[in-house]
């Protein structure tokens, strides 16, 4: 950023409990805004002690101590972050408060929510999408692909990346469907793909033992299950095909934003309200349920996080005005 584009940036604050996951929606939110208009980001954490933690928002709202930076837009996600953009607007009105998902309190205590269309909430300052943001953008992509080149060539293509995830409070990662995830990469290994695997925090125990061993006993197959720097958006950029588990509303959009072929693995548990998100992402970038393709169709890269941050700037001049 130029001297002079520094001097005038606005101050946007991301506010999260610092999970990946988490910090991550808001943080791409607020880096597709800057990529619009100048915006300096930094990021705080929040840590209240476990009690603290545990309480509802209101409650935190009167008993948490806050120390965060002067801003001018504060971005949060997470339900440690609700508190916070409260705080931050009763002690500074001026400061525009966005938030990410649903808040699961009145949408009129912040300027702006943006929430997944799956989530089904509605008012005058409710923005909705399919998905949820992320920071997945062609420059990121090619960076990183960039960067882990050296690994990425050992790889012959065509390659398919597997990104898993893990029991939530919907859907379940049990040996059920495992199992089926690991006959699919064998089959796939033995169609002459190459794999490029990444396995989650939720991902349990014997599930990455398994991914451990495949990894170790089948050619030209790269596991990431967390040691070492994070390969993540170069496998998205390596892979010419993308799996998904069903499980995770970020790294399915995620993969959408590539533009390439996505398709779900199966988890156990009953789809609900991921079921209209299952739908949105199949009408918009033709994902189904993996049966055994070893190919699928190109379609425009999935843009809900740059759509949003226009509407973040578009109700910053509204306010401004």
Not at 245 to 255: F, G, R
Not at 256 to 282: H, I, N, W
Not at 291 to 315: F, I, K, N
């Amino acid at each position: 950023m130029a001297d002079e584009d520094a001097a005038e940036a606005l101050r946007c604050l991301v506010l999260s409990d610092g999970r990946r996951g988490i910090e991550n929606q808001a943080l791409g939110l607020a880096e597709s805004c800057a990529s619009l208009r100048p915006l300096s980001i930094q990021t705080y954490h929040i840590a209240h002690h476990k009690a603290v933690a545990s309480l509802p928002p209101k409650a935190q709202l009167r008993l948490a101590k806050f120390d965060m930076p002067a801003c001018d837009i504060a971005i949060g996600c997470g339900r440690q972050a609700i508190a916070a953009l409260m705080h931050l607007k009763q002690r500074r009105p001026n400061v525009m408060t966005v938030y990410v998902q649903d808040p699961r309190i009145d949408p009129s205590a912040f300027d702006l929510v943006i929430a997944p269309e799956h989530d089904e909430i509605k008012g005058p300052n409710v923005e909705t999408m399919i998905g949820s943001p992320n920071r997945v953008t062609r420059n990121r992509i090619i960076g990183e692909t960039l960067s882990f080149a050296d690994g990425l060539k050992k790889l012959p293509m065509p390659r398919t990346a597997l990104l898993i995830g893990g029991t939530s409070k919907t859907h379940d990662l049990d040996k059920a469907s495992h199992l089926v995830h690991m006959h699919t990469a064998k089959t796939l290994a033995a169609a002459g793909q190459s794999l490029l695997i990444t396995t989650s925090r939720r991902t349990p125990d014997y599930a990455v033992l398994d991914w451990k061993r495949f990894a170790s006993d089948i050619d030209n197959v790269w596991l990431h299950e967390g040691d070492g720097p994070n390969p993540y958006f170069a496998f998205l950029g390596g892979a010419d095909m993308i799996l998904v588990t069903e499980d995770s509303t970020n790294m399915l959009t995620e993969a959408c934003a590539t533009g390439k072929a996505v398709f779900r693995l199966p988890m156990s548990g009953q789809a609900g309200k991921f079921q209209t998100l299952y739908d949105a992402l199949e009408n918009r970038c033709g994902v189904t349920r993996h049966e055994g393709q070893l190919r699928g169709l190109s379609y425009p890269p999935l843009a809900e996080t740059a759509r949003m941050a226009e509407a973040v700037w578009t109700r910053f001049d509204q306010r401004a005005g």
